[in-house]
């Protein structure tokens, strides 16, 4: 290590002056972030911030987690976390998240935690400011620190919650991250802990096992409180010191964290695992290493070390990616990534992964080692140097430019990363310098330098295969895998050739027959500028400032698939994934993101069942390109044979696998009866990829996107309206227009089950558990209010299915409504519940589902559920106006209904009643459409 460093210090004095005087020096943090730490351990990080204005957020961070577990106490780490939201010491039961959902807090969404290996942490997000809610705010993390209740009957109450969690979650992909632990962390505690412990142990664990890893990992020294937002820092600190002061600082013989290093191993270690219910194959290679000292990581050693693995990370994963492009490639997409790998603090890697074709596994295998070879021993071109060049440098000027839209969110986890990693804080002045300063002084040559002696990609290896399991697919072994590594290291591997040729999206010869702005009105309310075009197309311009450097372009117009025959619809579908993987006009997807190195800017189009739509953005300093790639988007697809070919060989077995995925037989079997088995409603099926085929789809997209005049261009961001009035009238001026063609939703005849309607079905399954899909629908007339009266029945079933089905019965992790008033083909209402359980419970918990609807319909919904969720949306209503995507969706609102989201969204909200809620759900009872579908795992 201290090689490395020294060989480090000298590459950094040789490109940059700013690191002459001490490079292992911790660079300065930004001064408008105040640290601090408490005389019992503490420590703190605050911010004022106004993203969002009037809001602030509140985190207290652990670090501790599964790997303080004694082996008697797996998933207890996590199991306390959630018993922090069941009662503390000043907020006993359920007060913590009551108190927070009056005041606009959701719980789930606002108020949050997670458990890691290594640390936890609890969040009170978007909490509006007031001096009663700071304070209680600061009171929940005081009482998190030190004061969770853990009364025995929640304990009892919480257990099948979290058995539950652990049936939802415990599929083919937690099985695969299982095995990848047991072997990239072989030797190791981390090994043997899987953060949500087993069902034995969850069930049968005693309370002071809980309470015992409480008291001896919750302490002080191992916290740090977190508060960014819209608050005085001096009046924060102040209240800090006060409420903290009666956490007593820990005994000198307190247990101590052990510092756990994951043992070297010369020979690779290789793990083939398969499971019935993976979808793809895959293959990945770890060359493990002992991380870059804690200490180290803030300074400009740290620093200029993460950069140079970024140069590295997006050369490689650009290689791969034309890798997966070329006929016949073995992999579907691949890439690698270094430095940690957010699990082991110790530990770093160089990490190599990729998707597999089918049966394919060892030529992927083959592929990533061979790349990992020509990397080792040839390193990187001119070329492909200079394209990470300008887009690390292009990300780095949008992060200064956006400097002063940072959120709450984004400060805070850069605070507890620096807390936990160690990692830099710097003021956007201090790190724009180094930033231009590193990236343009290093050339090739040094980092190619520089990455050798960082990393030995070929040793310390862990391999790991993953297949699905099923008949007449060969699984490959350990021997062969390690057969290919004596191979390719003994064979010649050649350079990288570097054959890229960079060229304007448009011939600049081409000539534009563009169409002028005919006139121009402005909306005072919504901020916006209309231009309609000499063409016929209407273009929608809003100004603003809410992000310094974003643009966003939206392009929608009405028809979608249901402009399209039967034979077609699915072909419809697809569009956007196949152009998506294809590229645009003469470059591929691969050559294009070449072209755009340096750049901000994108365009793709999108088609759903009523509405086809082409978005873009960026930043406005490639106002231009960004226009470019919608032009071509329009105009000039691009499809090609080896891409969809390629696509097909990656979706078609995926799908296929799918087929065995619960998940995805309970959302098939949904689809089917919901839909009455409608063609147009099939879910997403092997066959269904088979028969894309490239005359369809320009086929298609002649039919949604030949004609341009019945899209309305919406334009959002940092624009200038002089600046950009003649390039709309260039690119969208010259895109093609037809009086004779007009979009417009067709009745494609799709409609819900009517009546009751009930699937209960079993299917075989790994982990047996239940799933149900409840479903009401019914006529409605898509309007504000009624949106409005539809969000807040939702809201209050998901209040009542907290407690009677959740905490009452301990019978799921949580159940979702999700609910939403549809306008095509024809207006109606759809509320959906969704929940998994297990076989003992399911019937109760459905018929728990209907009784609180009933309920609702005969007494009215808690007046309190209402008043929480009118918190909640008021405040989400703030937040909405203070980003560009929001306005858009708010000047589509009003060019489609009339319905000025600034001006009236309150007034709706206020105006629906409780009653109101009343007679939706009577009039969901008394329609009587109701779909139910249960998946319950094959009889034993």
């Not at 106006?881 to 969706?889: A, P, T, V």
Request: glycine letters at 6%; one cysteine or more; charged letters at 25%.
């Amino acid at each position: 290590m201290r090689k490395l460093i020294f060989s480090l210090v000298a590459l950094l004095i040789g490109v940059t002056s700013l690191c002459a005087q001490d490079p292992m020096a911790p660079l300065p943090a930004d001064p408008n972030v105040r640290v601090g730490r408490l005389e019992n351990g503490m420590t703190y990080y605050i911010r004022h911030n106004e993203k969002p204005k009037g809001q602030a957020s509140f985190y207290i961070y652990h670090d501790v987690g599964a790997v303080q577990e004694a082996d008697d106490q797996q998933g207890l780490a996590h199991f306390l976390e959630h018993m922090a939201f069941n009662g503390t010491k000043n907020l006993p039961g359920k007060q913590l998240i009551e108190k927070l959902e009056t005041i606009g807090v959701q719980f789930g969404l606002n108020l949050n935690a997670f458990t890691s290996w290594d640390c936890t942490q609890y969040m009170v997000m978007d909490l509006p400011v007031n001096e009663e809610n700071v304070d209680l705010a600061l009171l929940i993390l005081h009482d998190w620190s030190q004061f969770i209740a853990l009364q025995p009957a929640e304990i009892d109450s919480e257990r099948g919650v979290i058995k539950e969690e652990l049936r939802t979650r415990d599929g083919a992909q937690l099985r695969a991250q299982n095995d990848m632990f047991r072997n990239l962390f072989k030797g190791s505690i981390y090994e043997h802990r899987n953060l949500i412990g087993y069902l034995e142990g969850l069930e049968s664990f005693d309370h002071t096992s809980l309470e015992n890893f409480y008291k001896k990992w919750y302490r002080p020294e191992y916290q740090a409180l977190v508060i960014v937002g819209d608050i005085d820092v001096d009046q924060i600190e102040a209240k800090i010191k006060t409420l903290m002061a009666d956490i007593p600082a820990s005994p000198a013989d307190a247990a101590q964290k052990e510092v756990v290093i994951v043992p070297a191993t010369e020979e690779p270690i290789i793990s083939v695992f398969s499971d019935p219910e993976l979808t793809q194959s895959s293959v990945m290679m770890f060359a493990r290493r002992d991380a870059l000292p804690k200490e180290l990581k803030g300074t400009m050693i740290g620093y200029s070390t993460d950069l140079i693995y970024s140069f590295v990370s997006q050369m490689m994963s650009a290689r791969f990616e034309e890798i997966s492009q070329k006929a016949d490639a073995p992999i579907l997409g691949g890439g690698m990534s270094e430095g940690g790998i957010g699990i082991c603090p110790t530990m770093e890697s160089t990490a190599f992964s990729a998707t597999a074709h089918e049966g394919r596994i060892l030529d992927a295998f083959r592929t990533i080692y061979t790349e990992m070879e020509r990397m080792r021993r040839h390193g990187f071109t001119v070329g492909e140097f200079e394209r990470a060049q300008q887009e690390l440098l292009r990300y780095a000027e949008r992060q200064y430019t956006n400097r002063n839209d940072v959120t709450n969110r984004q400060y805070a986890e850069r605070y507890l990363d620096n807390y936990a990693k160690g990692t830099t804080m710097m003021d956007p002045e201090m790190e724009w310098q180094i930033d231009q300063a590193l990236i343009t002084s290093l050339t090739v040559d040094q980092i190619n330098q520089a990455y050798s002696q960082l990393v030995r990609p070929n040793e310390n290896l862990v391999i790991l295969a993953r297949s699905p399991k099923k008949e007449g697919l060969v699984i490959p072994t350990e021997e062969e895998i390690k057969a290919i590594i004596a191979e390719v290291s003994a064979a010649e591997v050649e350079p990288y050739k570097d054959n890229t040729v960079k060229k304007p999206l448009i011939d600049p010869a081409k000539k534009f027959k563009g169409s002028k702005v005919k006139s121009t009105s402005y909306n005072e309310s919504l901020g916006y500028t209309e231009w309609v075009l000499k063409n016929g197309i209407t273009v929608v311009v809003r100004p603003s400032t809410l992000k310094a450097d974003e643009v966003m372009i939206n392009a929608t117009s009405k028809g979608g698939c249901s402009l399209l025959s039967d034979a077609d619809y699915y072909q419809g579908s697809f569009l956007s994934m196949v152009m998506g993987q294809s590229g645009i006009s003469e470059f591929s997807a691969n050559e294009l993101a070449k072209q755009l190195s340096g750049k901000s800017a994108w365009a793709q189009t999108g088609v759903g069942a009523y509405e086809h739509s082409v978005s873009a953005g960026g930043s406005p300093k490639d106002i231009e390109t960004i226009l470019q790639l919608m032009y071509l988007n329009f105009t000039a697809p691009r499809f090609d044979q080896t891409d969809l070919d390629n696509m097909k060989k990656m979706y078609v077995p995926y799908f296929k696998n799918m087929e065995s995925d619960p998940n995805y037989i309970v959302s098939k079997e949904f689809q089917k009866t919901l839909y009455g088995d409608h063609a147009r409603r099939q879910i997403t099926s092997g066959a269904q990829i088979e028969a894309i085929n490239i005359p369809a789809l320009q086929s298609v997209h002649s039919q949604l996107y030949g004609y341009a005049d019945d899209f309305r261009f919406v334009i959002a961001g940092n624009v200038d309206l002089e600046t950009l009035k003649p390039l709309v009238e260039k690119y969208i001026g010259s895109l093609p227009t037809s009086k004779k063609v007009e979009y417009a939703v067709v009745d494609d005849g799709v409609r819900f089950a009517e009546g009751v309607v009930t699937n209960d079905f079993r299917t075989a399954m790994q982990q047996p558990k239940v799933s149900v899909r409840l479903v009401y629908t019914g006529d409605y007339e898509n309007n504000a209010r009624n949106r409005m009266a539809m969000e807040l029945l939702s809201r209050a079933l998901d209040s009542r299915y907290m407690v009677s089905i959740r905490e009452e019965k301990g019978g799921t992790y949580g159940v979702s409504v999700q609910a939403d008033v549809e306008k095509y083909p024809v207006e109606k209402y759809f509320m959906a519940i969704v929940f998994d359980t297990n076989e003992q419970l399911a019937n109760e918990l459905v018929e728990i589902c209907d009784k609180e609807i009933r309920k609702i319909a005969e007494e009215g919904p808690l007046a309190d559920d209402i008043a929480k969720s009118k918190e909640f949306l008021q405040k989400n209503y703030a937040n909405v106006l203070e980003n560009n995507s929001g306005w858009m969706s708010a000047i589509n609102r009003w060019y489609e209904e009339g319905y000025n989201y600034k001006e009236d969204y309150l007034k709706v909200l206020e105006s629906v009643t409780v009653e109101d809620v009343k007679a939706l759900a009577q009039r969901i009872l008394k329609d009587n459409n109701r779909t139910l579908v249960i998946m319950r795992p094959e009889a034993e």
